[in-house]
C-alpha cells in the first residue's frame, strides 16, 4: 500500500479523483526501535543483536517476517545453529514470537512491541545462572 492522495477542484468539498501511489523504490533501509539499542543490544551482545536486525530487515507491515535460518546466518555470518540458539534468546526477552506454519514447520517471526519486552534483567539473569554454571559457562546438570 502506498500513499493515498486527492485533487480539489477549487472551493470544492469532495474530491475529482482519488488514487494511490504504490511505492516502488528498492528498500534501503529500516528502523530499529531505540530500546532494543539502548538497553538489550549490549546484554545480548553483537551477533544477537545482528540476528535481531536482520529479522527487522525483512519485516512486512504488519510486523511479520519469515526469513530462513540459512539466510539469517548468511546475513550475519553465523552458523545456522547459532541463529536458533540466538531467536530462542529473542523470544525469552519477549522482543520476537516465533509461529510453526506449514507443513513442512516454517516459521513466522513477528516482532512484539516494546512495551511487551521483559525487562526484568536480575530475575532472567538468576534464572540464567541456575540452568548455567557462571564459571565454566556450560549447562548445569540437572537432578532427578
Known amino acids: 500500500m502506498g500513499d493515498v492522495y486527492e485533487i480539489f477542484d477549487d472551493g470544492a468539498d469532495e474530491p475529482i479523483d482519488r488514487f494511490e501511489v504504490r511505492d516502488v523504490?528498492?528498500?534501503?533501509?529500516f528502523?530499529?526501535?531505540n530500546c532494543f539499542i539502548d538497553d538489550f543490544a549490549r546484554i545480548l551482545g553483537p551477533s544477537c543483536s545482528m540476528v535481531y536486525m536482520s529479522l527487522v530487515r525483512h519485516t512486512n507491515r504488519q510486523q511479520k517476517t519469515w526469513p530462513s535460518q540459512t539466510l539469517i546466518a548468511e546475513e550475519v555470518d553465523i552458523t545456522r545453529?547459532?541463529?536458533g540458539r540466538y531467536l530462542a534468546i529473542l523470544q525469552y526477552f519477549n522482543i520476537i514470537r516465533s509461529v510453526r506454519v506449514g507443513k513442512r514447520c516454517t516459521n513466522r517471526y513477528y516482532?512484539?512491541?516494546?512495551?511487551?519486552w521483559r525487562t526484568d534483567f536480575e530475575v532472567m539473569l538468576e534464572e540464567i545462572e541456575a540452568v548455567y554454571d557462571p564459571e565454566t559457562k556450560q549447562k548445569k546438570a540437572m537432578s532427578p
Do not use: A, H
Not at 516482532?111 to 511487551?116: F, G, H, M, P, W
Open 25 to 29: 523504490r528498492k528498500q534501503t533501509r
Open 81 to 83: 545453529q547459532w541463529v
Open 111 to 116: 516482532l512484539i512491541d516494546e512495551k511487551y
Open 31 to 33: 528502523m530499529v526501535d
